[in-house]
Every structure is written in C-alpha cells, then in structure tokens.
T-cell receptor
C-alpha cells in the first residue's frame, strides 16, 4: 500500500484550542482525501473529505486545508471540546470503489 | 445517510473454532466492501477487498484460507476467521462503498474478537 504519513501521533489541547493534524501522501493519483473520527470500540466515522480541486473545505468546526503541490493536507478543529477527544485518521484514495490508504492516526485529548 | 451494520460487536471464542462476522449495507447496494483489522492504538490495516459475485482480493501477508470472505449479495459480506488462534484477536472493521465518485466509504461499527 502506498503510504500516508500522519502527524502528530498524539495531541493534547485545552478546551477552545485549535488542534491541527497533518498528513502527507506520495501517490499523485490520489484524488479523495477524507478524515475519520474514531472513538474506542467503534468504527471510524467520516468527518469531512476534500478533493484536490479545492484548497480548503469547512464543515462546522472542522476545516481541511489541502496543498496539492506539497502533497499535504491537514485537519483543523475550531473551538475544540472535550467531546472531540478521539483518534483521528486521515486517508487517501481514488474514486469510490478503490481502497483507502490510512494514516497512522492521531490521538487527540481535549482537556476541559 | 448510508448505514453499514456489522455483527456481532463482540465475540469470544475458543482456539481452533471458527467465527463469522457479517457486514450489511442497510440502505444502499454496496458494489465493493473492504475488511480491515485494527490492533490497539494502531491504524486500520486493509485485509481484503471484495466485490459482489467475485473472489476477494487479499492484501499481501493475509492468509486467504484463514480469513474467508464471501460477498454473495450487494448488501452482505461475511468474514470467517477459521481455526482461530489468540494472535487473531483484534478489532475487525468492514466498510462499504456504492462505487460512485461522489459517494464516500461507510464503516461498520467493528467487531472485537477475542480468542481464548
């Protein structure tokens, strides 16, 4: 599988802070970049996704920034809350129907 | 929205027995389903890709005779862990996709398998 590198592995922020999680990919054929949120003992849930024709996408408190030339994308969580404490995975893939390649995950803790 | 139902959520079995995990797409027909394995505090590792009516494609290092995948219909895929051993204990997650460019991947809730 082609690699998707995610950083940091873990992150602690205070409530209201803006955690930023970064991912970098290698395969220029990727054209779908989703972010997933996973709580312990649960399957991943799609948070937000972006395609390379835009540089930023915002949904609620979650924003993806995408830099096609650098082959990097990041997730920003505005006004973070303790309920956002979870593991976040970035992924990359081709059109739906092809497999996703996942980053290593970031364990986020938002302190009250 | 698209819903994928995965059962059971937890299963404990004895070494040497087989365990079947079901993954159903409830409100859409999934042309492709994926099975992942996740160890504690690690990322999802793709085990195999299954397309309805055809044989599954396994990732390198995954034993096809041990992890049997059947995708008999557009709404159901099953993963059978045969002759389970303690090292097979893990969190197994399925996902499904309709196969259209603007349709995302939907994940099941996962199955925690413990082999004793």
């Amino acid at each position: 599988q082609q690699q998707v590198k995610q950083s940091p592995q873990s992150l602690i922020v205070q409530k209201g802070g803006i955690p930023i999680i970064n991912c970098a990919y290698e395969n220029t054929a990727f054209d779908y970049f989703p972010w997933y949120q996973q709580f312990p003992g649960k399957g991943p849930a799609l948070l937000i996704a972006i395609r390379p024709d835009v540089s930023e996408k915002k949904e609620g408190r979650f924003t993806i920034s995408f830099n096609k030339s650098a082959k990097q994308f990041s997730l920003h969580i505005m006004d973070s809350q303790p309920g956002d404490s979870a593991t976040y995975f970035c992924a990359a893939g081709g059109d739906a129907g092809n497999m996703l390649t996942f980053g290593g995950g970031t364990r986020l803790m938002v302190k009250p | 929205g698209a819903v994928v139902s995965q059962h059971p959520s937890r299963v404990i079995c004895k070494s040497g027995t087989s365990v079947k995990i079901e993954c159903r797409s409830l409100d859409f027909q999934a042309t492709t389903m994926f099975w992942y394995r996740q160890f504690p505090k690690q990322s999802l590792m793709l085990m195999a890709t299954s397309n309805e009516g055809s044989k599954a494609t396994y990732e390198q290092g995954v034993e096809k005779d041990k992890f049997l995948i059947n995708h008999a219909s557009l709404t159901l895929s099953t993963l059978t862990v045969t002759s389970a051993h303690p090292e097979d204990s893990s969190f197994y997650i399925c996902s499904a996709t309709l196969g259209e460019a603007n349709y995302g991947y939907t994940f099941g809730s996962g199955t925690r398998l413990t082999v004793v």
